[in-house]
């Protein structure tokens, strides 16, 4: 039978729950914009939509291509730069929750958006950081939105661009080979809270900070033994539930309000 | 006084080659492309490329070969699809074949570098990179320059204890001081005072910070029509050593109330980019068979330049067709 919502649908309703109504939330280009417009237009109305380039208290109209679109700036009660933006409100520790996207994902929840394969002789190069590194490390939360692939969801990334919870403690500026250290020992706070994936929710332990599957999308067939072929490393899947489908409300904002035009969906 | 209002041709054949240029405007918002395609006409090598965040200005000009050393936080064009002429140059033994070097960087740190610039100090510390792979000299691609090239800081980052307020460990990040700033922007007085609608990005910062700073612009007025609302205005004269109208300057980028992002040339344009040789012959066709920018315009056609209009209010056009 033809489901009536699709897994990427999915993967963007269960993102936008991810959001606290009144939370300050600093959003990527792409699915994690899809995801606050839900959000801010069903459950978390509050919520404050920030973006690196500038935007500040966003509420737009129309689905902003990209964080510099003129899209998002409309309507906003003020207009940061990004020296205000990151330098000043993210450096200051005030965003409640980073909500970003990679290439690749590790166990610990660090990102890579720079290269696959080796530094110097890469496989593919990918565009960079942006501001991830900076909101990974200095937000009080993070959230990931990622595809479900073996080759996304991995043990260690190819590059450790932006902090998940085990990080690369370096001594007399060399970087200490293969050392991992806690995020908290750098003077970071918070770290990554879920991975919303196109096949659930993942978490992270509160002690070994190694991700475990939350929910999955048994209301799409998605199975425990499917997570399991499709991530790189040998996930947890014991603490597993059924996440609560899409409503029909959430749906409808999605396809009508986030993005009726299908930029990113 | 010498007026700062040059041609294109003129403010652009001043820059020696091996010069660093920071570019305004972000990815693929209000970025200075009439500039970028006249860098390329010109036939200008061995380039310096900073932005922050970079987008089609530093892809197109790798692509070109015109570019030695880009230190940004990233290179693409958003939805709009794939850096290649980036990836041409970086992956799979390009960095050896060509002697492309890239610097990686974060939007924070980025920004603050060019603050500090901005402020004429050396440096200023930075809370976040610690941990990454971003300051693992291992990668640091510059190495070998550091020390010898007065373009570039003689070293990446340093670590050091906060010596005042027992906050813990930190780096202190390079200021950017960059050759020329070249900078796109809505309106211009004759003298050189900038008023950008919408988003500044860091062009205020960048002025600031290059010993040189080239404005285009979508139009030049008076000085005395800014002077009426000087809280509007953007960026002092003080910064600016010239101006250069060029209507449509940004596109295909979005310039916030004048036009929308021109999606139908963009994705031609970054399909033309996938390979060396398609991209040449779109240098050919858009930009070296083009004598002028005004040639561009012609080229590209009054149907398109008015469909792209944004309504000034929205600072975008409602009715644009983003997808094919």
Not at chain 1, 3 to 12: F, G, H, I, Q, T
Not at chain 2, 86 to 99: A, I, P, V, W
Not at chain 2, 229 to 257: A, K, M, Q, R
């Amino acid at each position: 039978m033809m489901k009536a919502y699709n897994l990427r649908e999915s993967m963007a309703v269960h993102a936008s729950r991810q959001i606290k109504n009144g939370e300050k939330v600093i959003v990527g280009t792409g699915m994690p914009l899809v995801a606050a417009i839900i959000a801010k237009n069903c459950h978390a109305k509050d919520a404050v939509i920030l973006m690196e380039a500038g935007p500040y208290n966003s509420n737009p109209a129309a689905l902003p291509s990209c964080v510099a679109d003129p899209r998002g700036f409309v309507g906003a009660p003020w207009v940061a730069d990004p020296v205000q933006m990151m330098g000043m409100i993210l450096q200051q520790g005030r965003i409640d929750l980073g909500f970003l996207g990679g290439a690749q994902v590790d166990m610990y929840g660090n990102l890579n958006s720079t290269v696959l394969g080796s530094y110097k002789n890469a496989d593919v190069r990918l565009p960079g950081s942006g501001g991830a590194s900076d909101i990974g490390a200095l937000a009080k939360r993070n959230l990931i939105i990622i595809a479900h692939e073996k080759r996304r969801l991995v043990e260690k990334v190819d590059y450790l661009t932006t902090p998940g919870w085990k990080l690369y403690p370096y001594k007399d500026g060399k970087r200490i080979q293969g050392a991992l250290v806690d995020r908290s020992e750098l003077g970071y706070q918070g770290g990554p809270a879920a991975v919303v994936t196109t096949m659930g929710v993942m978490k992270f332990d509160a002690d070994t900070k190694v991700m475990y599957v939350s929910e999955y999308y048994a209301d799409l067939d998605v199975t425990l033994e499917m997570i399991k072929e499709n991530t790189g490393f040998a996930i947890d899947t014991s603490r597993a539930k059924p996440v609560v489908p899409p409503t029909e409300d959430e749906l409808y904002i999605l396809r009508n309000v986030a993005d009726p035009e299908k930029i990113f969906m | 006084m010498v007026s700062k209002i040059k041609t294109l041709q003129e403010a652009i054949a001043q820059i020696p080659d091996g010069s660093s240029i920071l570019f305004g405007g972000w990815t693929v918002a209000r970025k200075p492309m009439a500039a970028v395609f006249e860098l390329i006409r010109q036939g200008k090598k061995e380039l310096h490329l900073l932005a922050n965040p970079a987008g089609p200005c530093a892809d197109l000009l790798i692509g070109a070969g015109a570019v030695k050393i880009t230190e940004t936080n990233f290179i693409g064009h958003e939805v709009l699809g794939i850096p290649y002429g980036f990836r041409r140059f970086f992956e799979k033994g390009g960095l050896d074949k060509t002697g492309f070097l890239h610097d990686d960087w974060t939007v924070m740190t980025g920004a603050l570098r060019i603050l500090a610039g901005s402020m004429g100090v050396p440096f200023i510390p930075a809370k976040s990179l610690r941990g990454t792979e971003i300051i693992d000299p291992e990668h640091d691609l510059l190495a070998d320059l550091r020390g010898k090239s007065k373009k570039l800081p003689n070293k990446k980052v340093q670590f050091i204890e906060d010596p005042f307020w027992d906050e813990g460990e930190l780096l202190l990040i390079p200021a950017i001081k960059p050759d020329y700033a070249i900078i796109h922007v809505q309106l211009v007085g004759d003298k050189g005072t900038v008023r950008i609608d919408g988003g500044n990005f860091l062009d205020y910062y960048a002025a600031a910070a290059a010993k040189h700073t080239i404005v285009t612009t979508e139009l030049v007025t008076t000085e005395e029509y800014l002077q009426k609302h000087p809280e509007l205005n953007s960026i002092p004269s003080e910064f600016v050593n010239d101006i250069v109208e060029v209507p449509y300057g940004g596109h295909p980028t979005v310039v916030h109330g004048a036009y929308d992002l021109d999606f139908e040339f963009y994705n031609k344009m970054v399909d033309a980019t996938k390979k060396e040789e398609t991209y040449q012959q779109w240098l050919q066709e858009w930009v070296k068979d083009v004598p002028d920018h005004m040639t561009y315009l012609e080229k590209l056609g009054v149907r398109k330049i008015l469909a792209l209009r944004s309504d000034p209010g929205l600072g975008y056009n409602a009715f644009l067709k983003r997808k094919p």
